[in-house]
């Protein structure tokens, strides 16, 4: 039973426009919510977070946000850029925080 | 930023040998540290998770006694491979995390290719 879901598996996105990619998650319990960028041959790397009391969190060009009732989170890059290429996770943390639940990934492709 | 290596980053053995896989923290100490399994265009799967000076957490359908997991310091877990297989061929990736914060920091993986 995959708790955290991301159905796109790739997206392309021409340099410069915005990539949003997908999340939905199905355990309520889920309190903790991260995006991981990952290169192939290489460890994920964090990418930004967000507590479920909030809805939204912003860094540069990356923004989460968070749909609790829908159960759905979304990153948000602008303007991407050919080096965003890469696999993009999604993870939740229970409230305990002892497990990561790791979606499938997305591989995002930007072309120049 | 916090730092985690592996070693080796890749490596190849015989069927029925037993391969140890190194996960270090370099600039923090790792209260917790996790193991991860991923096959192509999968998915990371977590095998273990392991906290310094106990014994590790298995995940259901993770065989403990083939995938050893020692965590003998805050700095410091191994995983070893015993009587490797050619199923047994994957990506292995670790990550360690500090008891205050939730995100993980992984290290940059090892490929293992058993013949």
């Known amino acids: 039973d995959q708790q955290v879901k991301q159905n796109s598996p790739s997206l392309s996105v021409q340099e410069g426009r915005i990539s949003i990619l997908n999340c939905d998650y199905t355990?309520?319990?889920?309190?903790?919510f991260l995006w991981y960028k990952k290169y192939p041959a290489e460890g994920p790397t964090f990418l930004i977070s967000?507590?479920?009391?909030?809805d939204k969190n912003e860094d540069g060009r990356f923004t989460v946000f968070l749909n609790k009732s829908a159960k759905h989170l979304s990153l948000h890059i602008v303007p991407s850029q050919p080096g965003d290429s890469a696999v993009y996770f999604c993870a939740a943390n229970d409230a305990g925080g002892f497990k990561t639940i790791f979606g499938a990934g997305t591989r995002l492709f930007v072309k120049a | 930023g916090a730092v985690v290596s592996q070693h080796p980053s890749w490596v190849i053995c015989k069927s029925g040998t037993s391969v140890k896989i190194e996960c270090r923290s370099l600039d923090f100490q790792a209260t917790t540290m996790f193991w991860y399994r991923q096959f192509p265009k999968q998915s990371l799967m977590l095998m273990a998770t392991s906290n310094e000076g106990s014994k590790a957490t298995y995940e259901q359908g993770v065989e403990k006694d083939k995938f050893l997991i020692n965590h003998a310091s805050l700095t410091l877990s191994t995983l070893t491979v015993t009587s490797a297989h050619p199923e047994d061929s994957s990506f292995y990736i670790c990550s360690a995390r500090v008891s205050v914060s939730l995100e993980q920091y992984f290290g940059p993986g090892t490929r293992l290719t058993v013949t």
């Open positions: 967000i507590s479920s009391i909030k």
């Open positions: 355990n309520s319990m889920f309190d903790y």
